[in-house]
């Protein structure tokens, strides 16, 4: 089964900014790239399985895209252009960590990917495709 990781949802007070994302090390010699893959969205839980919003974020290598277990990822989420919360999660085997939104409201989500850590690999830095979710 997926590893789920339970979004911890603030209220952002106005002034509230998330840390800047960090410059990436350089690249240390002999580790392979890796890459995201484009977010997905689900919803489960409810009588309509629509209470929870689901965000999936896939690790993959750069070269032959095979999943990556154990990567570190942090996100930040935002809804209708505005941010909602940031989180960090962990890869199971198959390179995907699932972030759980609890009552999500309705509106645009759409997630940035700031940050891939993994022992050995080195995150090509590239914002993965986000399709963005509209929740009714």
């Known amino acids: 089964?997926?590893?789920?990781?339970?979004?911890?949802?603030?209220?952002?007070?106005?002034?509230?900014?998330?840390?800047?994302?960090?410059?990436?090390?350089?690249?240390?010699?002999?580790?392979?790239?890796?890459?995201?893959?484009?977010?997905?969205?689900?919803?489960?839980?409810?009588?309509?399985?629509?209470?929870?919003?689901?965000i999936s974020i896939t690790v993959v290598s750069s070269e032959g895209a095979m999943p990556v277990a154990s990567a570190t990822v942090s996100i930040v989420g935002y809804v209708d252009g505005s941010t909602y919360g940031s989180t960090t999660g962990?890869?199971?085997?198959?390179?995907?960590?699932?972030?759980?939104?609890?009552?999500?409201?309705?509106?645009?989500?759409t997630t940035d990917v700031t940050s891939v850590v993994a022992d050995g690999y080195q995150w090509d830095g590239v914002a993965p495709d986000d399709p963005g979710y509209l929740k009714n």
């Open 90 to 109: 962990v890869t199971n085997q198959d390179g995907v960590v699932n972030f759980r939104v609890r009552r999500a409201s309705s509106g645009l989500y």
């Open 1 to 54: 089964g997926l590893v789920d990781v339970v979004m911890a949802l603030q209220m952002i007070d106005a002034g509230f900014t998330p840390d800047p994302p960090t410059d990436p090390p350089s690249d240390p010699p002999n580790e392979s790239e890796i890459s995201v893959a484009p977010v997905g969205y689900s919803t489960s839980g409810g009588k309509n399985r629509d209470r929870e919003l689901v």
